[in-house]
């Protein structure tokens, strides 16, 4: 962050490198219900980001001394694969992976009616298949469509979205290169119907008034992609109510078959 490099972010024209306007998001695609053995799962591609999430549980947690009498345990495991990234990223847990799995853990218990599921644990594995910078965000916007779509009591989705600073301007969702040369990143997560914020994280430096347009960017794209998120579990229950409506419609059929024999 910061760092000088004779790399022009954004134009005269205030477009920024890939010719997006300083408040605009990259493409996102979600689908939810992508994966047989998961009992919830989630594909998201946001930019050049690609990303799978899965749920499991809430399933008897193991060993016993970690149950909680009380509540399910909510493991949010965040990985990044080797080939997600330009140079080999080692395998296995390092310090970033492990922080980033921890703050998606307390963001995501934060909406789950746990006390529902005492002594279970609920599992929620997030894989990043290619990273291009706002990987947490991506990430934890897959793993609520994940969660849902497993079927598991929540007060609202959660939305995560990032804003920032390149050339001096406040802008949205940072992409790898603003990223790495912008002078702010600041991740943010949502509770879309209350608005509560369950991560805030910055990188960099900014002032108030900054720091205020920045957010009230964000808490507007993160309703944009709740949208994004909602579209992707209908579709996922309307191709359920097909294939019920499609094998009633066949059973009826056979039955009245079978009273004309
Ligand atoms: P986020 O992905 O949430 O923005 P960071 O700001 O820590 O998290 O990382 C920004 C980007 O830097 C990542 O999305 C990824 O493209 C790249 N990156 C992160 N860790 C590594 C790594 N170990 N090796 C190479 N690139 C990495």
């Known amino acids: 962050m910061g760092e000088n490099i004779d790399l022009k972010l954004m134009d005269e024209e205030g477009r920024r490198i890939d010719g997006r306007k300083f408040d605009e998001l990259r493409p996102i695609k979600i689908e939810a219900n992508v994966l047989k053995r998961a009992d919830g799962s989630a594909y998201l591609e946001w930019g050049g980001n690609k990303i799978l999430a899965a749920v499991y549980g809430p399933r008897e947690a193991h060993p016993r001394h970690l149950q909680d009498p009380t509540k399910a345990r909510v493991q949010c495991r965040y990985n990044m694969a080797a080939f997600s990234v330009m140079d080999r990223k080692r395998p296995g847990p390092d310090r970033r992976s492990v922080e980033i799995s921890k703050i998606l853990s307390e963001a995501l218990e934060y909406v789950i009616f746990t006390e529902q599921f005492p002594r279970t644990t609920i599992d929620i594995f997030i894989e990043i298949l290619q990273a291009e910078a706002g990987t947490r965000c991506s990430g934890l916007t897959a793993a609520s469509v994940a969660l849902a779509d497993a079927g598991i009591p929540m007060r609202d989705l959660i939305v995560s979205c990032a804003f920032g600073k390149i050339a001096g301007k406040v802008v949205l969702d940072l992409r790898k290169e603003e990223d790495n040369f912008g002078e702010a990143d600041v991740p943010l997560a949502i509770v879309p119907r209350t608005e509560e914020i ?63 024999q």
Do not use: P
């Open 198 to 260: 369950v991560l805030l994280q910055m990188d960099g430096h900014l002032t108030t008034n900054e720091f205020q347009e920045g957010l009230s960017m964000a808490m507007k794209a993160c309703k944009n992609i709740y949208g994004l998120q909602r579209e992707a579990l209908r579709k996922r229950y309307s191709t359920v109510i097909d294939k019920n409506e499609e094998k009633e419609k066949k059973e009826e059929k056979k039955e009245k078959e079978e009273v004309v």
